[in-house]
Nanobody, 121 residues
Framework: QVQLVESGGGLVQPGGSLRLSCAASGRIFSIDPMGWYRQAPGKERELVASIGSSGTTNYADSVKGRFTISGHNAKNTVYLQMNSLKPEDTAVYYC???????????????WGQGTQVTVSS
């Protein structure tokens, strides 16, 4: 019913930048919130950043001041601008959306397929 398609991962040197994109499609009535999680090898998946339908943002302490989330609203698209990347940012990044579909009264959680971000010299 709902698909999340991510793009923008890759290999970057420490201190570099990457921009991730995620587009949601399907029978979407509303999304709140939409955001990014990441999972490094041997670690649990963790919230990186999220943005609500009102524009309210939330960031993990480890990325504050370096990452910026934007987008969402009517275009059902979210971006994550990642600057000053560090080796510890290396992980698979997953797009996430809490979605209310047309004809439903229940909100459901959806995930993208994940995109690899590697920060290494």
């Amino acid at each position: 019913q709902v698909q999340l398609v991510e793009s923008g991962g890759g290999l970057v040197q420490p201190g570099g930048s990457l921009r991730l994109s995620c587009a949601a499609s399907g029978r979407i009535f509303s999304i709140d919130p939409m955001g990014w999680y990441r999972q490094a090898p041997g670690k649990e998946r963790e919230l990186v950043a999220s943005i609500g339908s009102s524009g309210t943002t939330n960031y993990a302490d480890s990325v504050k001041g370096r990452f910026t989330i934007s987008g969402h609203n009517a275009k059902n698209t979210v971006y994550l601008q990642m600057n000053s990347l560090k080796p510890e940012d290396t992980a698979v990044y997953y797009c996430n959306a809490r979605v209310l579909t047309y004809g439903s009264i229940l909100w459901n959680n959806y995930w993208g397929q994940g995109t690899q971000v590697t920060v290494s010299s």
